[in-house]
């Protein structure tokens, strides 16, 4: 599995956004929006799931963009064109259910952009109208604003420190949309993806009006098969792991703090990892 191309998207204030582009021809005939694949950059570091943005099928390429965070994401930023990957595994996980509603509104916080626009594309081709809602840090981390902007028929950009776009966060977009005068059918969906606190805000808004909405988790994973566990959650009061049963879910039957809990277990063991390797201080 070889880096085929990689790419810096954005940077600042210390966070880094990167592309890469990895030569997997079974994966990319297989890919639909909304999978994802779990990959090893070598053959000591951990397994961690990315969403697969987009797939090349005449190159054999798929498209993923991270955020280096933590140990493996940092590694995964070092490596270069031309350098192999020790493994990678997918299509994994449901396809995102594309059909035609009529009004989709899709919502993505940070590097959750990534994730959203494959989403957006799918339902886009399948006739739907689209609103899109990105949120970002600051305008120097906000990606994919031109490739979401071909595929919506309507873009709200925000940022919490008011670089671009409008002052504020996705939520705020959100409500003015949904309190204004609306088009929506009954049919309407809400899709969100991003940090955990931002999809709880989500769901709780979208609850007052009654609007069925969709997440897509990022879960701490280890097998992605459904063996290990680790990436358990609550939905509707039964167990579910999100590599098999989901990566997506009914955002009005998550428990959110147990999700929020559970993804906090190895904070401060990736802190000192990354501390021992030099990629913090």
Not at 31 to 45: C, I, P, S, T
């Amino acid at each position: 599995m070889k880096i085929f191309d990689k790419k810096i998207l954005a940077e600042a204030n210390g966070a880094r956004i990167v592309r890469i582009e990895i030569l997997s021809g079974h994966i990319a005939s297989a890919a639909k929006a909304g999978q994802f694949v779990v990959l090893m950059a070598n053959e000591d570091a951990e397994r961690i799931p990315l969403t697969i943005v987009s797939a090349d099928k005449a190159k054999g390429t798929i498209t993923l963009i991270f955020q280096e965070a933590g140990y493996t994401t940092r590694l995964l930023g070092k490596m270069n064109i031309g350098e192999e990957l020790y493994a990678v595994a997918g299509p994994l996980g449901h396809p995102t259910e594309i059909k035609k509603t009529g009004n989709i509104i899709l919502i993505g916080g940070g590097v959750g952009i990534a994730e959203v626009y494959p989403v957006a594309k799918a339902f886009k081709e399948a006739g739907n109208r689209t609103t899109t809602i990105l949120g970002a840090r600051t305008k120097d981390l906000l990606i994919l604003e031109k490739e979401l902007k071909n595929v919506s028929d309507e873009v709200h950009i925000v940022t919490d420190d008011g670089s671009y776009g409008k002052k504020g966060f996705v939520t705020d977009a959100l409500k003015e949309i949904l309190s204004g005068p609306s088009s929506l059918a009954p049919g309407a969906l809400v899709y969100a993806v991003g940090p955990i606190p931002m999809m709880k805000a989500v769901s709780s808004l979208t609850k007052e009006f009654k609007i069925h909405t969709i997440v897509s988790l990022n879960t701490i994973m280890v097998d992605a098969t459904g063996m290990c566990g680790c990436c358990r959650v609550t939905i509707g009061g039964q167990t579910k792991f999100s590599c098999i049963d989901g990566p997506e879910f009914d955002a009005a039957l998550i428990d959110w703090d147990e999700l929020t809990n559970r993804n906090r277990i190895y904070t401060e063991q990736e802190k000192h990892i990354c501390k021992l390797e030099g990629f913090i201080q």
